[in-house]
């Protein structure tokens, strides 16, 4: 088994920990500013809509974090269950048996991290979290391209 299927299977594993915790933390930072202003009160009010405070701003980079470990845990998960008679790269150590039910696997992981990708970017974008937004963007949908290019059983 290669060392790059064993760090996905182990971040598959203990990666549902690590996104608690970094929506654990985004909830604390949440609570601490709460007495702080979410929202700029001087300037053109497209400034005050594009620019959030400096507190909704550390809330969005809290967000971003938990957003991207929660990303890698999605990921982790489409790889290591696909790793099982599904994909066929030479990194991934011995494939298995042919999964004769694994047909539409592929498809449906990259249309999965692309519908995720596009819904929480779009939830980022309506409440201003702009950083949270980038990494939506960013992650997902580089992740299903990748998820595209694996050789499977049937291609």
Do not use: N
């Not at 974090?65 to 994909?87: K, M, P, R």
């Amino acid at each position: 088994m290669g060392f790059v299927i064993l760090f996905f299977g182990l971040f598959f594993l203990v990666g549902w920990a690590a996104t608690l915790a970094g929506l654990g933390y985004a909830a604390s930072v949440l609570w601490r500013s709460r007495r702080q202003r979410w929202a700029r009160d001087e300037g053109h009010p497209l400034v005050r809509l594009l620019l959030p405070a400096p507190a909704y701003m550390h809330f969005d980079r809290a967000l971003a974090i938990a957003a991207l470990l929660a990303d890698l845990w999605l990921l982790s998960a489409v790889i290591v269950l696909g790793a099982d008679g599904i994909f066929t790269e030479e990194w991934m150590g011995y494939p298995g048996m042919m999964d004769p039910s694994g047909q539409g696997y592929q498809a449906g992981a990259v249309d999965l991290l692309r519908t995720t990708a596009w819904w929480s970017a779009s939830a980022a974008v309506l409440t201003r979290c702009w950083t949270t937004t980038v990494v939506q963007l960013s992650v997902l949908p580089l992740s299903a391209l990748w998820i595209a290019s694996f050789d499977t059983y049937y291609k």
